[in-house]
């Protein structure tokens, strides 16, 4: 039997009783849910963070830069949960394979922030090849094939998230495609 006073036991009693509501409390902010069809796309970081991306904010060939989603009617921005950042970049359309020009709307494109090797989220951007390097563990991911692996650890391509131009501004147009995060066995 446990050497627990009833004390101990009525705490842990509790303790357990109120864990499913503190978690379900934690997913239901708004802030960790992940981006969502209608949201705006607002930069996640520098001078500009939490403005709207317009088109124009992202140069033709390049570089990415880093967005949070932002919910339409409450501004909530999404930036509960790393999983949650992700990569913008605009490129030639004619540059994209079918694949990624067919979810490409004039070559925007948006993919987790998360490299799915180790779960790093910094980016070089090779602007000759035009890749999305991980300077973690050197993987590259060609975005102008729908973020397939080229070198590297990775064996996954970046999640997609699906995004349209709606008044100049970047808005999300469905969920994730494919599981976002690391691969960490």
Same mark, same amino acid.
């Given at each position: 039997?446990?050497?627990?006073?009833?004390?101990?036991?009525?705490? &842990? &009693?509790?303790?357990?009783?109120? &864990?499913?509501?503190?978690?379900?409390? /934690?997913?239901?902010?708004?802030?960790?849910?992940?981006?969502?069809?209608?949201?705006?796309?607002?930069?996640? #970081?520098?001078?500009?963070?939490?403005?709207?991306?317009?088109?124009?904010?992202?140069?033709?060939?390049?570089?990415?830069? #880093?967005?949070?989603? /932002?919910?339409?009617?409450?501004?909530?921005?999404? +930036?509960?949960?790393?999983?949650? *950042?992700?990569?913008?970049?605009?490129? +030639?359309? /004619?540059?994209?394979?079918?694949?990624?020009?067919?979810?490409?709307? *004039?070559?925007?494109?948006?993919?987790?922030?998360?490299?799915?090797?180790?779960g790093c989220?910094?980016?070089?951007?090779?602007?000759?090849?035009?890749?999305?390097?991980?300077?973690?563990?050197?993987?590259?991911?060609?975005?102008?094939?729908?973020?397939? @692996?080229?070198d590297g650890?990775?064996?996954?391509?970046?999640?997609?998230?699906?995004?349209?131009? *709606?008044?100049? &501004?970047?808005?999300?147009?469905?969920?994730?495609?494919?599981? @976002?995060?690391?691969?960490?066995?």
């Amino acid at each position: 039997m446990c050497p627990c006073s009833r004390r101990d036991v009525l705490r &842990a &009693a509790l303790a357990l009783s109120l &864990a499913p509501s503190l978690a379900s409390a /934690q997913s239901a902010d708004p802030r960790n849910a992940s981006p969502q069809p209608g949201d705006r796309l607002v930069h996640s #970081t520098g001078p500009n963070k939490g403005k709207p991306i317009a088109s124009g904010d992202l140069p033709l060939g390049g570089p990415h830069i #880093t967005a949070y989603a /932002q919910h339409r009617d409450s501004n909530v921005i999404r +930036d509960g949960s790393r999983l949650n *950042e992700v990569l913008l970049l605009r490129l +030639d359309p /004619q540059d994209l394979s079918a694949a990624a020009r067919a979810n490409a709307p *004039e070559g925007y494109l948006a993919f987790t922030a998360i490299c799915t090797h180790g779960g790093c989220s910094d980016w070089a951007w090779d602007k000759d090849r035009k890749m999305l390097k991980c300077p973690c563990h050197d993987s590259q991911f060609d975005p102008k094939d729908d973020a397939r @692996v080229v070198d590297g650890p990775a064996t996954r391509r970046l999640p997609r998230l699906p995004v349209k131009v *709606e008044n100049d &501004a970047l808005v999300v147009a469905g969920t994730f495609v494919g599981r @976002v995060g690391a691969d960490l066995t």
